[in-house]
């Protein structure tokens, strides 16, 4: 038997869905300092560091806190990356990431982002720094970077969407440099 909901319901259940996910911001943000908190540890003694952000996300959080803090980082996502509202930014979302995409994105934002972004900012002890922030549309399996690029690799909850994750692995041996550190985080 096929159940459906009331309007009532529906309205109850979407209401709760952006109540619950509200008060994540403060959590999220957190999350996000103590990964940045631990890349900048293990980047400290390098010569140089430049670090990059294997599936940063539509948030790109990680990059954006630690570009704030001075870090050259590149974060590069399979999808269009805009953390900023913008009619042009939605227009660049939906013509590469189609239609679906783009609209949970724009919803996050609207519903969600400013709260996270605040968050963000007050657990940094810094104003964000968005001009020049460097994400790249880009496959993992074929990343356009030259050799010894980078010396620091961070990568949570990618690994397990990517089809051929050993030319991944290649591709990141490939624009590490020698020495380099990998944190490589999946889920489940």
Same mark, same amino acid.
């Given at each position: 038997? =096929?159940?459906? /909901?009331s /309007? &009532?319901?529906?309205?109850?259940?979407?209401i709760?869905?952006?109540?619950f996910?509200? #008060?994540? @911001?403060?959590?999220m943000?957190?999350?996000?300092?103590n $990964?940045?908190? @631990?890349?900048?540890?293990?980047?400290?003694?390098? &010569?140089? %560091?430049?670090? *990059?952000? *294997?599936?940063?996300g539509?948030r790109? #959080?990680?990059? *954006?806190? /630690?570009?704030?803090?001075?870090?050259?980082?590149t974060?590069?996502?399979?999808? +269009?990356?805009? %953390?900023?509202?913008s009619?042009?930014?939605?227009?660049?979302?939906?013509?590469?990431?189609?239609f !679906?995409?783009?609209? $949970?994105?724009?919803?996050?934002? =609207?519903?969600?982002?400013?709260?996270?972004? $605040?968050?963000?900012?007050?657990? =940094?002890? &810094? %104003?964000?720094?968005?001009?020049? *922030?460097?994400?790249?549309?880009?496959?993992?399996?074929?990343?356009?970077?030259?050799?010894?690029?980078?010396?620091f690799? +961070?990568?949570?909850?990618?690994? !397990?969407?990517?089809?051929?994750?050993?030319?991944?692995?290649?591709e =990141?041996?490939?624009?590490?440099? %020698?020495?380099? $550190?990998?944190?490589?985080?999946? &889920?489940?």
């Open positions: 038997e =096929l159940y459906t /909901l /309007l &009532h319901d529906a309205l109850s259940i979407y709760s869905i952006i109540r996910n509200r #008060g994540q @911001s403060r959590h943000a957190q999350s996000t300092v $990964k940045v908190d @631990s890349i900048m540890e293990e980047t400290a003694s390098q &010569h140089n %560091p430049r670090v *990059l952000d *294997l599936g940063c539509s790109a #959080g990680i990059v *954006l806190a /630690l570009h704030t803090l001075g870090v050259d980082v974060g590069v996502d399979y999808d +269009f990356v805009a %953390p900023r509202r009619l042009s930014n939605w227009r660049a979302i939906a013509g590469h990431n189609g !679906e995409r783009a609209a $949970k994105t724009i919803g996050r934002q =609207l519903l969600f982002d400013r709260s996270f972004f $605040k968050c963000l900012e007050e657990e =940094l002890g &810094h %104003p964000l720094l968005w001009d020049q *922030l460097d994400t790249r549309t880009m496959d993992a399996r074929n990343l356009d970077f030259e050799q010894e690029s980078f010396s690799v +961070f990568s949570a909850w990618v690994f !397990e969407h990517i089809s051929d994750v050993d030319a991944a692995v290649r =990141l041996h490939r624009v590490m440099r %020698p020495g380099a $550190k990998a944190c490589i985080m999946t &889920h489940l």
